[in-house]
């Protein structure tokens, strides 16, 4: 299999990096910045320069093309609302469209939980954040791909275990980012999951049969 992942320098797409490359497939990792590509390589994946806010549909489309899939991971990272709008939402919107130019219509989303923060002083920048995530959800479950969306929990850079909770509407809570890149591989592998939004913490569950019950 052929994946393109966009934000492969982040947490999660460092490591689902790591791990399709551990079992023989090819990764091509987007990057914005030319000190990521180091990060990227080591992995095993090829880094290719590209920016989802200056990049044009047609160009993103010409990079994407020849892939099997595609994995959205990227984000603005806390660096304000304009940059949150460009990247998590009208880049989004620009993937999934130039995904469909290309003609691949594998095409997995990393989001965000609902209960995410709530109860907590949560700052203007973050109800904006998630705003425009779930915004950034309906767009593309309204597309024509072969979409998963997953929701992880509160991310955890602790080593993950390979044990989850998946589920349609489940308790929210933490999650390891191993975690998250091990269900996503497993997900990129099982096409049957497919147009689900799934939420996604630790848990009991090996990753693999966390999937196969989704799918049932």
Known sequence: MKVFIIGAAGGIGNRLSSLLHARGDAVS????????????TDTGATAVLGDLIHNSTEELAELFRGHDAIVFSAGAHGTGQENTT??????LRKAADAASAANVSRFILVS???????????????EHYMKVKKSADVYLSHTDLDWVIVRPGVLQDEA??????????????????????????????????????????????????????LIK
């Open 29 to 40: 990792g987007m990057h914005r910045n030319l000190e990521q590509a180091s990060k990227i």
């Open 86 to 91: 460009l990247i998590d939402g009208a880049g």
């Open 112 to 126: 965000a939980f609902p209960e995410s923060s709530r109860g907590e002083n949560t700052t203007e920048n973050f």
């Open 160 to 213: 993950g275990d390979g044990l989850v909770t998946a589920g349609l509407a489940i308790n929210y809570g933490n999650v390891a980012r191993d975690n998250v890149a091990a269900f996503i591989d497993e997900a990129l592998h099982q096409p049957q999951l497919s147009k689900i939004i799934v939420e996604l913490t630790d848990g009991s569950t090996p990753v693999a049969e966390a999937v196969e019950r």
